[in-house]
């Protein structure tokens, strides 16, 4: 696996985490949640900006995504 395909993989999992502790959800449910709602690929897809900002402002990003996809988390 290529170093970039590993920081995108750690960068992901850090986003998990985070977006579980902000909704105070298990990092398995935050995870399939971010999955079912395209998050995650939100985070493949531009990871080259996404990871230049905070965690913050992240999470908050992936909270619209979802809902833009029909999920319903805050």
């Known amino acids: 696996m290529a170093q970039s395909e590993k920081n995108i993989l750690e960068y992901i999992v850090v986003c998990v985490s985070e977006f579980a502790n902000r909704y105070n959800i298990h990092m398995k449910d935050a995870y ?3 999955r079912k709602y395209k998050g995650i690929d939100y985070l493949c897809e531009f990871y080259d900006v996404e990871h230049t ?3 913050e402002d ?3 990003d992936l909270t619209v995504i979802c809902r833009r996809n029909g999920g319903a988390i805050a």
């Open 32 to 34: 399939s949640y971010l």
């Open 58 to 60: 992240a999470i908050d």
């Open 53 to 55: 900002l905070s965690f």
